[in-house]
Nanobody, 122 residues
Framework: VQLQASGGGLAQAGDSLRLSCVAS????????MGWFRQAPGKEREFVAA????????VYEDSVKGRFTISRDNVKNTAYLQMKSLKPEDTAVYYC????????????????WGQGTLVTVSS
């Protein structure tokens, strides 16, 4: 599976941005998709994940209520809608995919895309 993320950019605090991630290739199984981020000088952290059907989602505590992950399997695309952005959301955001949810929690999903930079100014 190859993942191509887009949608990052410069925003002001309180703004919204939507990240997209297009998946290509032929996975052996249905896969979950998720997002990680890495802020300058900090370790990479889990942000959100979504099941194949879209019926189950999970979020890191600091983004709950502000970020929404979704997917469109017809378009092979996952989205991360980010609202009420804060300067502390500034990071490189990585799209990921994996067969098992546990890999997201351990920070080791099977597939990674290139990052897209989100910069939030105060």
């Amino acid at each position: 599976v190859q993942l191509q993320a887009s949608g990052g950019g410069l925003a002001q605090a309180g703004d919204s941005l939507r990240l997209s991630c297009v998946a290509s290739g032929r996975p052996r199984t249905r896969y979950m998709m998720g997002w990680f981020r890495q802020a300058p000088g900090k370790e990479r952290e889990f942000v959100a994940a979504i099941s194949w059907s879209g019926g189950s989602t999970v979020y890191e505590d600091s983004v709950k209520g502000r970020f929404t992950i979704s997917r469109d399997n017809v378009k092979n695309t996952a989205y991360l809608q980010m609202k009420s952005l804060k300067p502390e959301d500034t990071a490189v955001y990585y799209c990921t995919a994996s067969e098992y949810y546990s890999t997201f929690r351990t920070g080791r999903p099977d597939y990674w895309g290139q990052g897209t930079l989100v910069t939030v100014s105060s």
